[in-house]
């Protein structure tokens, strides 16, 4: 595919001011520069917690910790393997928080609502006092729901906004955000219960 770029006139005497409607045909790297490189083709294995590419061979990726291959650890899906811990990571706060099976992790700045979570969130009023919890079911799945009342700055699963009320599966290497400015990473690992 070519585009039309204006003709220049050259050296010409007769007058012309090379602004006709003569075009000359310009090839697309011309215009828009080379083309990006390939993308990286090396072997590997795709890490089921980030997709990250990781070596074969690997037991676990560099990237966010995720078992890699078949040995039940926690990367895969979001069924947690029995015994798994599933840990809030909030880097920007320097904050960890675990979930109990069983156990509803409330985020909030509600202290009796969320007494975990609360003293972490008392200035962030992005984070409302009541505003998603986080659940490790028996079966091992692990789900979050924003209040049933909904929250003033929303909640988002991997850039995806959540709905009040309603469950979402949680999976390892997964986005949390809770309004516009605080966010976690889901970590599951078969390091044990928590």
Known sequence: M???VRGTG??????YDGYDD??????D???RGPLPPPPDTAAGVRCPGCAALVPPGTPRCPRCLARIGGGGGGGGGGTAPPGARVVLHFDTLALSLPVRPGEPLRLGRDTDWAPASSGAFAELTTVSRRHASV???PDGSVWVTEESDGTVNGTWVNGAHLLPGERHRLRHG????????????VRITGDGPC
């Not at 050259?10 to 007058?15: A, L």
């Not at 003569?22 to 090839?27: A, F, I, Q, R, Y």
């Open 10 to 15: 050259g050296d010409r005497d007769d007058g």
């Open 174 to 185: 997964d986005r949390l955000q809770l309004g516009h400015r605080v966010a976690c990473t």
């Open 29 to 31: 790297e011309e215009v």
């Open 22 to 27: 003569d075009w000359e045909p310009v090839l």
């Open 135 to 137: 659940t490790a079911d």
């Open 2 to 4: 070519t585009a039309p």
